[in-house]
């Protein structure tokens, strides 16, 4: 009975080893491919040998994605629209958390409701708003449009976060004479780190993702982002594997490598607001 | 008297600095993301190619429209398939996944490592996924006909084969979706509570029995929160399906979403456009506000 247990235990290991297996193949197959040329891609594409070895898609994809430019401006946009989320979202977070007032009320359940609308859903009046601001092409439309939709999300991270801290914390502060912008910065501040290490995370991965807002918004040949140069250079027509495979590498390293040191705040981050605590 | 006009006051200040504080937040949610909607529901009422300075107002012709437009069923179809195909195939492989990767400890697998292996793909841009999937898929030199052939078996034409092409562009959105679900699904069985099991295993219950009694009633609030998010996440989804399918073969895997970009930026359709542009958004608001039930419903039940 008990042999038998721990034989079905071992094919559910399996099992699971097996599926976890078939769910790399996509990873391993353009991890490796981007090292090897064409023919050898489609001829041997699960296995790699040092006869294949090159680098030269790489050397062609930086060429081909203005890597330099395209790596700049994602990191650009990325690096500033968080820091404006950072500042927003906390600082309303912090009133909406501790000024007893319905307004305030009414405010947190419109950045609930505005938490789910998707971007597509007002792309159309965002392209028209943005022309009419004369403002396609520039980055601060992005970082503006970037700040603006994960704003909700934030403010809602935010405010949860502020809630769960016991009001003791700034009652002596406030007898004392604080304002509260001193209360703000030199009692919350040092407190935010987790939530805000979430906010960056789930936000930034986004951002740095992001096709839609960038695509729409710059001209792609000119100036385009990590994604977008992935996506018009090697999107739809692509016959060049290797090339692709390693403008791929390039444009998600970054943030796959982050994932390496920070695992435990990549999962609770994305997974927040679905998951409770 | 003193004391309480002195509170009044330390409110009215509290307040004001409120104000304050949620000002940049405010404004810019205001100017970015309120304002476009309000306009996209203004929009979806006029007939307008989005350059000329005048534009017609149509009241509900847009909507009465939109059914005429060339492929719209096919589209409606396409998107109802994607978004119920994509959730049901997350749900039940990541369902699986997530009990084999709990099942108490008692593995040689190292759990952590292979939660964070199913989760890389959630942190990959749908670009990405989206031209990896297309070369994978590819007739005559992808690996997954590769994989086939290597099998003895007859190669399949993944892309140009009416409704195996859905089944073909589900699979590459699930697998960027699957890590999310089995990491709330995963905290959702650590949080039944041990001595349920045990109770019932000491009442006679066997494996299948302990799944179907207790671990399943247990994770109903984890399933209906992963039902929603992944429809939600689907019903969103632009790049990743255009880049596997292209909408074809014919207009067979053409989302709402890739419409809507259609009518932005190539046909110029403003109005039409914003029409669709609405339907997503009650679409989507609706599967939410289930989701705000279910969530408030689930504080109860930890």
């Known amino acids: 009975m008990k042999r038998r247990l721990q034989l079905s235990r071992l094919g559910g290991e399996l099992m699971l080893l097996l599926a976890t297996l078939v769910m790399l193949i996509p990873i391993y197959y353009f991890v490796i491919g981007a090292f090897k040329p064409r023919l050898d891609i489609v001829k041997f594409p699960l296995v790699i040998t040092p006869e294949m070895f090159t680098t030269g898609n790489f050397t062609y994809a930086i060429k081909k994605m203005k890597i330099v430019s395209s790596l700049t401006n994602t990191g650009l946009i990325t690096l500033t629209s968080l820091a404006i989320l950072v500042v927003g979202a906390s600082l309303a977070g912090f009133a909406i958390a501790r000024v007893q007032h319905r307004f305030f009320k ?7 409701a505005l938490m789910v609308i998707p971007f597509i859903g007002a792309l159309i009046p965002i392209v028209v708003l943005i022309r009419r601001l004369n403002m396609i092409g520039s980055l601060w439309a992005c970082v503006l449009i970037q700040a603006a939709w994960n704003m909700p999300f934030s403010v809602f991270l935010y405010t949860g976060f502020m809630r ?54 710059l001209n792609s040949v000119r100036q385009p982002t990590l994604m977008v140069a992935v996506y018009s250079f090697f999107g739809q027509y692509v016959s060049e594997y290797g090339y692709a495979f390693a403008g791929i590498i390039m444009a998600s390293l970054p943030v796959v490598v982050m994932f390496l040191f920070l695992q435990k705040y990549f999962i609770k981050g994305i997974t927040a607001g679905a998951v409770k605590g | 008297m003193q004391a309480r006009r002195h509170t009044n006051n330390f409110q009215r ?60 069923w096919d589209m409606a179809k396409a998107t109802l398939l994607f978004a119920v195909g994509t959730t049901v195939l997350v749900i039940l492989i990541s369902f699986v996944i997530a009990l084999a990767l709990d099942n108490r400890g008692s593995g040689r697998l190292n759990r952590g490592l292979m ?6 793909p959630c942190i990959l841009s749908g670009s990405v996924v989206g031209i990896v999937w297309r070369i994978m898929y590819n007739y005559n030199n992808g690996v997954i006909n590769f994989i086939i052939r290597s099998l ?36 959702g069985l650590q949080s039944i509570p041990t001595e349920l099991y045990e109770a019932a295993s000491i009442d006679g219950a066997g494996r299948f029995n302990l799944r179907r009694h207790v671990t399943l009633p247990m994770m109903a609030p984890s399933i209906t929160i992963n039902v929603l998010t ?32 259609f009518f932005a930026f190539q046909s110029g359709r403003f109005g039409i456009g914003s029409a669709l542009s609405v339907l997503l958004i009650i679409l989507i608001t609706l599967i939410s506000l289930l989701q705000l039930v279910v969530l408030r419903r689930r504080e109860d039940v930890y």
Request: aromatic share 16%; charged share 10%; hydrophobic share 55%.
């Open chain 1, 106 to 112: 009414y405010y947190y359940a419109t950045v609930i």
């Open chain 1, 164 to 217: 769960a801290l016991p009001s003791e914390l700034e009652e002596a502060a406030y007898i004392d004479g604080c304002s509260m912008f001193r209360v703000y910065f030199n009692i919350f501040l040092p407190l935010l780190t987790p939530v805000t290490a979430t906010c960056l995370i789930r936000c930034g991965i986004g951002i740095w993702n992001d096709y839609l807002v960038s695509a729409s918004l």
């Open chain 2, 13 to 72: 200040a509290r307040l004001r600095a409120g104000l304050l504080f949620v000002l940049p937040a405010a404004v810019l949610c205001l100017v970015f993301v309120v304002v476009p909607l309000v306009e996209v529901f203004v929009l979806s009422f006029y007939e307008w190619n989005g350059i000329s300075q005048d534009r017609l107002f149509v009241g509900f012709n847009n909507f009465a429209e939109l059914p005429s437009t060339e492929g719209f």
């Open chain 2, 115 to 120: 939660r964070s292996l199913w989760f890389v």
């Open chain 2, 152 to 187: 003895g078996m007859a190669p399949v034409n993944w892309l140009e084969t009416y409704g195996l092409t859905n089944f073909a562009v589900i699979l590459a959105a699930a697998w960027s979706l699957i890590g999310l679900c089995v990491v709330v699904f995963l905290a």
């Open chain 2, 230 to 261: 992944t429809s939600i996440a689907s019903f969103k989804m632009y790049e990743l399906p255009w880049l596997v399918s292209g909408g074809l073969p014919g207009y067979s895997t053409r989302l709402l979403t890739q419409r809507i970009y």
